[in-house]
């Protein structure tokens, strides 16, 4: 078990002498054994699936074909309405009301990440691979009582060899950026060497793998999924 802390640094501007040291909670992160530490786990996981649809929608809304496209429709609403002055109130609405319909059709689009974390988030796909013989250990990193991370790694044995494979990687959203989440790849990276499996590296088909947009508008995701695959090798590489 590694255990880590959260705590401001002795740089920071807050006065840690206000606050006693015994008042922040433990970061530690370990391989869950308890069903209401799974369920969380389980269910963070499935979140972050769900929370891939605001980045879907903002990749959509902020793409120059997007941009371009309201420009026009705006543009044509100008042509038809736009005569005098009096016209001006109208034609706002007008416009507003395109902006509303392309936000419906942006909503439309993005909703299979919903549908995707609703299959996450079910048994059936929490037990897939254990369910095929394989084993799986589900990593949690708690903040005091609370699970604020978690990685899902399953051996899968190829011939004489198992390979350990992430299915799942997610830290809750506050705490992104603060070193949990890789944190729990060397845990996991630990865990397969302690079991002599192979790896570990994402699978394929991880929890946040799948693409609902055309691939035009995926460059956001891919980016994603390029940092966190050399984060992990760089963190094998070092062990």
């Given amino acids: 078990m590694s255990e880590q802390s959260l705590a401001p640094s002795a740089t920071d501007s807050k006065d840690l002498t206000t606050e006693p040291t015994d008042s922040i909670p433990e970061l530690s992160t370990y391989v869950a054994t308890e069903a209401d530490e799974i369920l969380s786990a389980h269910r963070l996981v499935a979140d972050s699936v769900a929370q891939q649809r605001q980045l879907a929608a903002r990749a959509i809304i902020f793409h120059p074909l997007w941009l371009g496209a309201m420009v026009a429709v705006i543009g044509v609403v100008y042509q038809m309405l ?3 002055s009096s016209d001006l109130p109208l034609m706002a609405t007008t416009s507003a009301g395109c902006v509303m319909a392309g936000l419906s059709v942006v909503r439309l ?3 299979g990440y919903i549908e995707h974390a609703e299959h996450v988030g ?5 037990e897939d691979e254990a369910g095929n013989g394989q084993e799986q250990a589900i990593l949690v990193t708690k903040f005091g009582e609370q699970i604020i991370g978690a990685l899902i790694v399953t051996g899968i044995r190829e011939g004489r060899k198992v390979h350990g ?5 997610t830290v809750r959203q506050k ?3 603060k070193g949990v989440g890789s944190g729990l790849l060397e845990e996991a990276i630990q865990l397969c060497q302690k079991r002599r499996w192979k790896g570990p590296e994402f699978d394929e088909e991880h929890a946040n793998a799948k693409r609902v947009l055309p691939s035009v508008f995926n460059g956001p995701f891919e980016r994603r999924e390029k940092r966190a695959r050399a984060t992990l090798e760089t963190l094998v590489k070092k062990t």
């Fill in 109 to 111: 689009f993005t909703g």
């Fill in 122 to 126: 079910t048994k059936a796909w929490l």
């Fill in 165 to 169: 494979v992430i299915r799942a990687w």
């Fill in 82 to 84: 736009y005569h005098d």
């Fill in 175 to 177: 705490y992104r950026g």
